[in-house]
C-alpha cells in the first residue's frame, strides 16, 4: 500500500489538473473578465472580473504541481459564490507581512511600502527606504522565515502574508493560514528568466490596484533591459570565457546552463563555460573536472561568498590556478552590502535585471558602457 | 607446620569490601609443593579470599607477605612474577591460537611489544608438554571443549613460571572425569614442580582426598589446616547444617542424610 | 599462522595498497591517461599542465588522505573494539564524531547565536572547532576513566555523550536558516579531497603520534584479550593502558574527523573484515593488517565516490556504508559466525 500510495496521488493530481483545463472556474458566473498581461513569468495570472479577481500562481515550490487560486476583492464587492479559492484577500491591502528581502523593490516602487508591518529577520533588508522605517519601529521582526513567530505575526493582524517556501506543506505558513490570516505564495525566486523574476512586480499590483503603475515599471525596466542586451548584438565578436561559483569541500557549486545567472551571461556577451548543461538550477561538480575545463577561463564571476583573493587564497590554495584569478577577473557581488549586512544583490537583483546584466556587460566589455558604474557586481579585493 | 620459609604469608587479615566485611583475622601460610583448597559454600567469600590474595583486591586490614615483601607495595608487574592466575569463567579470543595464548603468560618477562625470546618458547614449550596439550597447541581457543579449555588455561599459568598458582574454581563446567582429572593434575604440578597451588572449589570429597592443606570459610571465620587435622578437629562436621549433609570420619567424605 | 605465511600476506597486500594507489591516483572525472599519470608522479613535464596540477595537487593529497583516514580509523576501531572487549565498539564510541560535530555545528549553525567572526567560518575555522569538540569529549572520558573500574561504564558514558552532543546538534538545526544546515550536512557527508598540503601535513603528525601510541599498546592489548583480570596478573597496568588507548584513539579519529568529517563505518567494520580473512589475535599482526586494509578500503571508496568518467561526485561518507555494509554483511552470512 504505501508504494502504490504516492502512484495513486500523483493520478489524482494529473486527473485534477486535465478537469480543470477542460473547465476553466468561474466561467459560469463572469465569462469575461479582464486578464493581466504577463510576459515573461510563467508563475502567476490574474483576471479581474470587475466583481473581484482571481490571483492564480503556480508552482510556488520546486518540483510541484500544485496551483494555488486566491480570490481579490474589494469592501462592499460580492463575488459570485461558487468559485473554489485557497484564501480571500480584502484589497487594495493596507497591512502586508513579506518574507523574502526580494518582495521589498516591488512594495517600494509601487510606493506602497508604508503597508509592510513585519518581516522575519529585519537584518537582512539594505533598502534605505524601508530601514528608515525600521528604525522607526514601524515594522516588527518576525524571528527566522523557518521558524516565524506567529503570535507577533497575528497580533498585526495583516491583510495578508506573501510566503515563500523550499517545500510544499510548510507547517508555519498552514498554522497562519489556520489562524484566519490569508498566505498567499510568491514564487519569484522560481523563475528561471530574468525578466520573469522582474515581471513579478505585477503580482504586487494586483493586490494594491496598481496594476498600470507596475506595468510601466514593468516596460521601463523591460526597456532598459532591451536596450542594453542590444549594444551586445550589435557590437560584440568576441566573447570573453567565463566561470562561476566556487568550492564547498572540494565539490564546486556553480549555476546550471538553463538558470537565471547563465542567462545574464549570455545576454551580457559572456561565453558561460556551463552553457550546454541543460539544469535550470546549480550544478555540483567535481574540482577536476571544473578546473580542467575552466582553468583558462578569462572571467570568474560570483565565486560564492567571497570578497577578497586573501579570502579565497585561504580556503583552497587550487583557486590560485585559475587564469581568471591570476589575472585579478574576479567580480563578486557579496561586498556590496546594506547597513545591517544584507547582501543588496540577493534583495533587489531579481526586481532589476537591468542593472545586473550592464554590471555583466561592464565587466565582459568595459568599451560598451564606459560611463556606467556598476551596482551589484565589484572587483574582488 | 613445614620448617621452610612459606611462599606467602597472611598475617592478621580483614578482607571485604569498605561497605562489607566478608572475614577477619585470616592468618595462613602458603608453601612450596602444597596443593591448598579453599573450601566454603556459594557466598562465603571464596572468591574475595582469593582476589585479596592475588592483589587484584586491596585488603581492609592486615598485611599478605609475598616472600617477605607486602604485596601492596608490589606494581602489577612484580606480583606477576610470583603468582599466576587461572580464573573462572574465562574470556577469549575465538582466534587465539592455544600456543599463543599459553605465550601470552610469558608476558612479565617479555620486551616492550611482547615479543618471545628463545628462552620465552621454552617455557611455553615446557608448560605445553606438562600439561600434555602440545598436540592442540595449534587450535584455536574457540575450538577447543570446556576442558581442554581449562587445561589450556593451566598451562597459561605454568608459562609465567611463578612459584605459586592461584585457581579460582578450576573444575566449574566440567564432568566428573575431568574434574578428577584436573585434580590429579595440579596434585602432580606440586609435586614435580615444586609449586604452590591454590585453588577454590566445591569438590569437598576430592579436595579431601588430595589436597594437603584445606582453608574453610564459613561465615566470616577461617579455618585452615591438613585435612587429617579438620577431620580429628571435627570442623568438617560443622561446615553444612546438619540436617541435609553430614560427614563420615570413615570414607572421608560428605553424605546426603537420608530420611 | 606460520611466520613465513604472515610475511607472504603482508607482502601481497602490501601490493594490493600500492596498486589501488595508483588506481585511485589514475582515475577521476577527468579522464587522464594512466602514462601521463605516472610522469606527472614523477616531476616530469607533461603537455597538459591542468592534467599535471590535476594529478599533484588534487589527486596524490586525496590518495594521500584517504589512506591517512582510512588506517587512522581502522586502526582507532581496532584498539576500541579490543579496549572494550565489544564487537560494535569502533572510533566513535568514546563520543569523539558527536564532540567534533558538535564544534562544527556551532560553529557554522550557532554564528548568529555568539557572534562567532569570519575566522570560524574559514576552513581552518571548522577543523579548530572540530579539533576542539572532541579534545573536550575526550578529556571527559579520560576525567571518567580515572575514576570508573569498569571499563564498560566508560563506553556508556562515551555513547551518552554522543546522544548529549547528538541532541544540541538537533536543537542547532532547527532553529537554523537552510544555507547554515545545508552547510553543516555538507560537512557530516565527509570529504577527502580539499585538505591543503599544510593540513595533510598536520593531520600526518597526529596520524603519526596516535599510531606510535598505539604500537605501545599492542602488548596489553594482546593480554586483554583474555579480559582485564587476566591482564593485570600478567603484569598490565589496566589504568595506563586504557590511557594510553584513549588517548591514541583521540589523536587519530579526532584529527580525522576534524580534517575529513565524520567518516562512518570503516573504523568498525575493517577490523571485523581483517579477523574473518587472517585468523590471527595478535595484535602486533592484526595492527598492520588493520591498518593497510583500511587504508586499502578507503581508496577503493573514493575512487567510487569520484565516479570515474562523470563529472559528478557522490559523499565519501554515503560511499563507505552503502558499499562496505553489504560486503561485511556477505562475509558474516557466509562464514556464519563472528570471530571475535
Redesign the interface.
Given at each position: 500500500m504505501q508504494k502504490i500510495l504516492p502512484f495513486l496521488l500523483l493520478i489524482f493530481l494529473i486527473s485534477c489538473k486535465e478537469e480543470n483545463k477542460s473547465k476553466p472556474p468561474n466561467s459560469a458566473s463572469s465569462p469575461k473578465g479582464d486578464t493581466l498581461q504577463v510576459e515573461f513569468a510563467k508563475g502567476f495570472s490574474a483576471v479581474d472580473y470587475g466583481t473581484h479577481k482571481i490571483l492564480k500562481v503556480s508552482n510556488p515550490f520546486p518540483e510541484s504541481d500544485k496551483t494555488y487560486t486566491y480570490l481579490l476583492t474589494r469592501s462592499g464587492e460580492k463575488p459570485p459564490k461558487d468559485i473554489d479559492y485557497d484564501e480571500r484577500v480584502n484589497i487594495p491591502i493596507e497591512k502586508i507581512v513579506v518574507t523574502s528581502t526580494t518582495h521589498i523593490p516591488s512594495l517600494e516602487s509601487l510606493e506602497v511600502e508604508n503597508t509592510l508591518v513585519g518581516f522575519p529577520d529585519l537584518d537582512y533588508i539594505s533598502s534605505p527606504k524601508t530601514r528608515q522605517r525600521i528604525e522607526e519601529d514601524k515594522i516588527a521582526d518576525l524571528d527566522q522565515n523557518e521558524n516565524i513567530n506567529l503570535e507577533v505575526l497575528l497580533s498585526l493582524q495583516p491583510d495578508a502574508v506573501i510566503g515563500f517556501s523550499m517545500k510544499e506543506n510548510n507547517k508555519v505558513y498552514s498554522n497562519i493560514s489556520n489562524a484566519g490570516t490569508p498566505v498567499i505564495f510568491n514564487g519569484d525566486w522560481n523563475e528561471e528568466n530574468p525578466m520573469g523574476k522582474a515581471e513579478w512586480i505585477k503580482f504586487f499590483g494586483v493586490m494594491y490596484d496598481k496594476e498600470a503603475e507596475a506595468e510601466k515599471h514593468f516596460e521601463t525596466i523591460k526597456e532598459n533591459y532591451e536596450s542594453a542586451k542590444a549594444l551586445i548584438s550589435q557590437e560584440v565578436e568576441e566573447k570573453p570565457t567565463v566561470l562561476s561559483g566556487a568550492m564547498y569541500q572540494d565539490v564546486w557549486y556553480l549555476p546550471g546552463g538553463k538558470s537565471w545567472m547563465a542567462q545574464f551571461i549570455a545576454d551580457a556577451g559572456g561565453n558561460y563555460l556551463y552553457k550546454n548543461t541543460d539544469e535550470t538550477g546549480s550544478l555540483s561538480l567535481s574540482f577536476e573536472s571544473v578546473f580542467d575545463k575552466a582553468r583558462d577561463a578569462e572571467i570568474w564571476i560570483a565565486p560564492s561568498g567571497f570578497t577578497s583573493f586573501e579570502q579565497m587564497k585561504e580556503d583552497s590554495k587550487h583557486y590560485t590556478e585559475f587564469e581568471a584569478f591570476k589575472n585579478k577577473q574576479l567580480y563578486g557581488y557579496t561586498a556590496t552590502k546594506g547597513e545591517t549586512g544584507g547582501v543588496l544583490y540577493f534583495e533587489l537583483a531579481p526586481n532589476r535585471p537591468d542593472l545586473v546584466l550592464k554590471d555583466l556587460i561592464k565587466i565582459f566589455h568595459p568599451e560598451l558602457l564606459a560611463d556606467y558604474e556598476n551596482t551589484f557586481f565589484k572587483a574582488l579585493e | 607446620m613445614n620448617k621452610e620459609k612459606p611462599i606467602l604469608s597472611v598475617k592478621n587479615l580483614d578482607i571485604g569490601y569498605p561497605q562489607k566485611q566478608v572475614a577477619s583475622n585470616i592468618n595462613v601460610e602458603i608453601h612450596r609443593n602444597a596443593l591448598t583448597a579453599v573450601i566454603g559454600i556459594n557466598g562465603s567469600g571464596k572468591s574475595t579470599f582469593l582476589n585479596t590474595l592475588?592483589g587484584?583486591l586491596p585488603q581492609t586490614a592486615g598485611e599478605i607477605f609475598i616472600r617477605q615483601q607486602p604485596l601492596h607495595n608490589l606494581?602489577?608487574?612484580?606480583?606477576?612474577?610470583h603468582?599466576?592466575?587461572v580464573?573462572s569463567n574465562?574470556?577469549?579470543?575465538?582466534?587465539?591460537s592455544v600456543y599463543?595464548?599459553v605465550a601470552?603468560?610469558r608476558?612479565?618477562y617479555?620486551n616492550?611489544?611482547?615479543?618471545l625470546s628463545e628462552q620465552d618458547k621454552q617455557a611455553v614449550q615446557k608448560a605445553l608438554q606438562l600439561i600434555d596439550i602440545e598436540s592442540m597447541a595449534h587450535r584455536?581457543c574457540?575450538e577447543l571443549s570446556d576442558g581442554q579449555l581449562q587445561k589450556a588455561f593451566i598451562a597459561r599459568a605454568l608459562a609465567?613460571d611463578t612459584e605459586m598458582i592461584i585457581l579460582d574454581e578450576p573444575t566449574n563446567h566440567l564432568d566428573l572425569y575431568h574434574k578428577a582429572f584436573v585434580f590429579k593434575l595440579l596434585k602432580k604440578l606440586t609435586q614435580e614442580t615444586g609449586k604452590a597451588v591454590v585453588l577454590a572449589t566445591h569438590e569437598l570429597n576430592l579436595a579431601l582426598q588430595l589436597c594437603d592443606e584445606l582453608i574453610l570459610i564459613n561465615q566470616g571465620e577461617i579455618i585452615a589446616g591438613s585435612p587429617k587435622d579438620l577431620i580429628q578437629n571435627k570442623v568438617l562436621h560443622k561446615l553444612f547444617p546438619s540436617d541435609l549433609i553430614r560427614f563420615d570420619e570413615k570414607t572421608k567424605s560428605f553424605w546426603v542424610v537420608e530420611n | 599462522m606460520s611466520a613465513k605465511k604472515i610475511r607472504i600476506y603482508f607482502g601481497i597486500s602490501l601490493l594490493f595498497l600500492l596498486c589501488f594507489f595508483l588506481l585511485n591516483i589514475s582515475l577521476g572525472s577527468v579522464q587522464i591517461p594512466f602514462s601521463q599519470t605516472l610522469k606527472s608522479l614523477f616531476g616530469q613535464l607533461t603537455e597538459n599542465q591542468a592534467h599535471a596540477y590535476i594529478i599533484k595537487h588534487y589527486r596524490l593529497p586525496k590518495a594521500i588522505t584517504s589512506i591517512l583516514v582510512g588506517s587512522g580509523l581502522a586502526v582507532s576501531g581496532l584498539l576500541m573494539q579490543t579496549l572494550f572487549r565489544n564487537p560494535l565498539a569502533g572510533p566513535y564510541v568514546l563520543g569523539l564524531s558527536s564532540g567534533a560535530s558538535l564544534g562544527v555545528a556551532l560553529v557554522i549553525m550557532g554564528g548568529s547565536l555568539f557572534g562567532i567572526t569570519a575566522f570560524f567560518l574559514s576552513s581552518w575555522g571548522v577543523i579548530f572547532a572540530a579539533s576542539i569538540g572532541s579534545f573536550l569529549v575526550m578529556l571527559a572520558v579520560i576525567a571518567a576513566s580515572f575514576r570508573m573500574k569498569n571499563t564498560m561504564a566508560i563506553l556508556i558514558i562515551g555513547i551518552m555523550f554522543a546522544a548529549l552532543t547528538g541532541a544540541i546538534v538537533n536543537v542547532l538545526s532547527y532553529f537554523s536558516p537552510s544555507e547554515q544546515l545545508q552547510r553543516y550536512v555538507f560537512w557530516s557527508f565527509g570529504s577527502l579531497g580539499n585538505l591543503s598540503t599544510q593540513e595533510l601535513s598536520i593531520l600526518g603528525l597526529f596520524w603519526l603520534l596516535g599510531m606510535i601510541l598505539a604500537v605501545f599498546s599492542l602488548k596489553t592489548l594482546n593480554a586483554l584479550l583474555l579480559g582485564e583480570n587476566y591482564a593485570q596478573s600478567m603484569g598490565a597496568s589496566i589504568k595506563t593502558n586504557r590511557l594510553l588507548v584513549i588517548v591514541a584513539t583521540s589523536l587519530l579519529a579526532g584529527s580525522i574527523t576534524a580534517f575529513a568529517g565524520p567518516i562512518a563505518f570503516v573504523g568498525l567494520a575493517v577490523p571485523h573484515l581483517v579477523r574473518l580473512v587472517i585468523p590471527v589475535s595478535n595484535h602486533l599482526i592484526l595492527m598492520p593488517a588493520v591498518l593497510i586494509a583500511g587504508a586499502i578500503l578507503m581508496l577503493i571508496c573514493d575512487v567510487i565516490a569520484q565516479l570515474p568518467g562523470s563529472e559528478l561526485t557522490l559523499p565519501i561518507n554515503a560511499v563507505t556504508s552503502i558499499f562496505g555494509a553489504p560486503i561485511v554483511i556477505w562475509l558474516l552470512m557466509r562464514k556464519k559466525k563472528l570471530v571475535f
Open positions: - | 592475588s587484584n606494581p602489577p608487574r612484580k606480583i606477576a612474577e603468582i599466576s592466575l580464573l574465562p574470556v577469549y579470543s575465538q582466534n587465539l599463543d595464548m601470552l603468560g608476558q612479565p617479555t616492550w611489544l611482547g615479543l584455536k574457540g609465567q | -
